[in-house]
T-cell receptor
């Protein structure tokens, strides 16, 4: 069984479009995260939710809007896509909001904006 | 913002050799983690360190949490081809937000 799953795996789209990436975890964790990995493999946190409540909101353009319908799901919606949004986006989850319980990452969604 | 300096950036070694990589920071971290990322996959946790000075092993992997809480190293002994990948250090500051700061990664290639 996949612990943290993301869809789609690959997403190719035109500039200006709106797209969503979905994430689900079946680990019963309370906290979920979105990370962006750029072309140089640098991983940076974007958002985290704990029990559907926004905890971390890094300096991310407001074109990015996370939504957590329940604690097992954290989706990422991106409006007006730009070339610089091309990256791999990782979802992660952890049992509690403190990282000492470690974070489990999904397989990633490679977004390519043309 | 906080930064982790990870080195070396890449390594190309012969199978059977030992490998060492490290991370340093100007900030004090409460927790140090080491992850490995295979191509096309998400990072997977290798070792977690919670106390200054802690030395922890996981098979052929050994990692230490620096006494100053500003650094950590990861050693891999007797490398094998499946050790290929990108290794990331990550640290958590004192807050309880779960926010991880990642190093730039060390790309390891192993020649059979």
């Amino acid at each position: 069984d996949t612990a943290v799953s993301q869809t789609p795996k690959y997403l190719v789209t035109q500039m200006g479009n709106d797209k969503s990436i979905k994430c689900e975890q079946n680990l019963g964790h309370d906290t979920m995260y979105w990370y962006k990995q750029d072309s140089k493999k640098f991983l940076k946190i974007m958002f985290s939710y704990n029990n559907k409540e926004l905890i971390i909101n890094e300096t991310v353009p407001n074109r990015f809007s996370p939504k957590s319908p329940d604690k097992a799901h954290l989706n990422l919606h991106i409006n007006s896509l730009e070339l610089g949004d091309s990256a791999v986006y990782f979802c992660a989850s952890s049992p509690w909001v403190t990282v000492t319980d470690t974070q489990y990452f999904g397989p990633g969604t490679r977004l390519t904006v043309l | 913002g906080q930064q982790l300096n990870q080195s070396p950036q890449s390594m190309f070694i012969q199978e059977g050799e030992d490998v060492s990589m490290n991370c340093t920071s100007s900030s004090i971290f409460n927790t140090w983690l080491w992850y490995k990322q295979d191509p096309g996959e998400g990072p997977v946790l290798l070792i977690a360190l919670y106390k200054a000075g802690e030395l922890t092993s996981n098979g052929r992997l050994t990692a230490q949490f620096g006494i100053t809480r500003k650094d950590s190293f990861l050693n891999i002994s007797a490398s094998i081809p499946s050790d290929v990948g990108i290794y990331f250090c990550a640290g958590q500051l004192g807050s309880n937000t779960g926010k991880l700061i990642f190093g730039q990664g060390t790309t390891l290639q192993v020649k059979p």
